[in-house]
Nanobody, 125 residues
Framework: VQLQASGGGLVQPGGSLRLSCVASGISLRNYVVSWFRQAPGEEREFVSAFNRGDNSPFYAIFVKGRFTASRDNAKNTIYLQMNSLKPEDTAVYYC???????????????????WGQGTLVTVSS
């Protein structure tokens, strides 16, 4: 099983990036799939999650309409469109998947079995 995250980079404040996470070895439609991020010196933080087979993601409060998660089951891929980026969004962004996780644990990084390697997003002028 492999999750491959990509799309990070350097962007100016107010800019946009689109992250991708493609899976191999599992079918993401059967898994809870999520985005997390980890800033330097900080705990890993929940960003968004899709329930199994659901196309309606839910988000952490700090997203506040700036980020949009989507999925393409045919490509076995999830995306995170990030707009109006701020310097405090600087972090390594990870995708994660788990088949057994319960809803109350979606925002807990410890509950996920599979992780991508992370992609660095740097928001700076």
């Amino acid at each position: 099983v492999q999750l491959q995250a990509s799309g990070g980079g350097l962007v100016q404040p107010g800019g946009s990036l689109r992250l991708s996470c493609v899976a191999s070895g599992i079918s993401l439609r059967n898994y809870v799939v999520s985005w997390f991020r980890q800033a330097p010196g900080e705990e890993r933080e929940f960003v968004s999650a899709f329930n199994r087979g659901d196309n309606s993601p839910f988000y952490a409060i700090f997203v506040k309409g700036r980020f949009t998660a989507s999925r393409d089951n045919a490509k076995n891929t999830i995306y995170l469109q990030m707009n109006s980026l701020k310097p405090e969004d600087t972090a390594v962004y990870y995708c994660a998947a788990d088949r057994q996780i319960i809803r109350s644990s979606y925002s807990s990084s410890d509950a996920y079995h599979y992780w991508g390697q992370g992609t660095l997003v740097t928001v700076s002028s």
